[in-house]
């Protein structure tokens, strides 16, 4: 005998709600597992960054007691020559290292992209700088720009009839000689994400494009670039904030010298606070330089979604 509807419906299995003890009880266990990393960000992170704010308004005397001298502090960074010049270099050797990496990036990408067996030894080898300590890679560097003739890049300059630069030692060569070793070490990274980028592309437009006598020019101006349109806003942000946030190859190649041509805010801020003890000038600078990256980030959040829309 077949079953009626009545007898069906009584053998369904209706699906039981999960009671909101149970569902209490997971969450309280997920909040257990993300307690001690939040601890550490609310003790390193979050306590710093507001206690910067707040020295940011006062003249910090560490025995006299902290005198409040409100926005005397930012109008001291925004009128004061260093501090100019500082903000300024800091724009450059951004904009300088996100352009040279990101065109550079993109080159290496489309030379090493393919699936033939060797090109994972050439893409593991080219990634080795980003992953190696900056303080090691600057002292690196450092030595390589030896002014002398002996010195590593003075002496590939001499097989080609080309006479020694001074590079970290000169004034007009300093800050062009950061920006060379972290255009060669943020290459690889980029290099990488384009690489990701270019396995989403599809490869039957490559071929109708050919089909369609289309160049090699052509195909990498209507197909590939604009896939990699999503990889390139991602990488730009990127790029950018880690311009604006050099540190450490300044401080080890040539600590903002020489005669402050390649001082940048991160150093500025360094020595203010740790070497002059003007810890309320150094806390609005960081409140600045916070404030520059958040504006950045969120422009170039507008711009890619009004080229989206």
Sequence with gaps: MTPTLTQARSHTVTPRRRPKRTRRRG???????LSPALLLFLFFKFIPMFEGLRMSFYEVRPYLGDRWVGLDNYATIMTDDAFTAAIWHSVL?????TAGSLVL????ALLVEGPARYLWFIRTAAFLPVVTTMAAVAEVWRIMYHPADSGMVNSILGWIALEPQPFLAS??????????????????????????GLVGVDRTLYEAAAVDGATTWHRLRHITLPALRPVFW????????????????????????????SEVLMTLIYKLGFQKSELGIAAAGGIVLFVATLVLTVLVQVMRRRQNA
């Design 171 to 196: 004034e007009h060569s300093s800050l062009l000689s950061i920006m060379g070793m972290n255009i060669w070490r943020g290459t690889p990274y980029d290099m990488m994400i384009f690489l990701a």
């Design 27 to 33: 969450t309280l266990i997920a909040w257990a597992f």
């Design 105 to 108: 990036g993109l080159v290496f």
């Design 234 to 261: 991602i990488l730009f942000t990127l790029a950018a904030i880690r311009g604006l946030r050099v540190f450490v190859e300044v401080y080890v190649l040539t600590n903002g010298g020489p005669n402050g041509s």
């Design 93 to 97: 050797l951004a904009l300088g290292t």
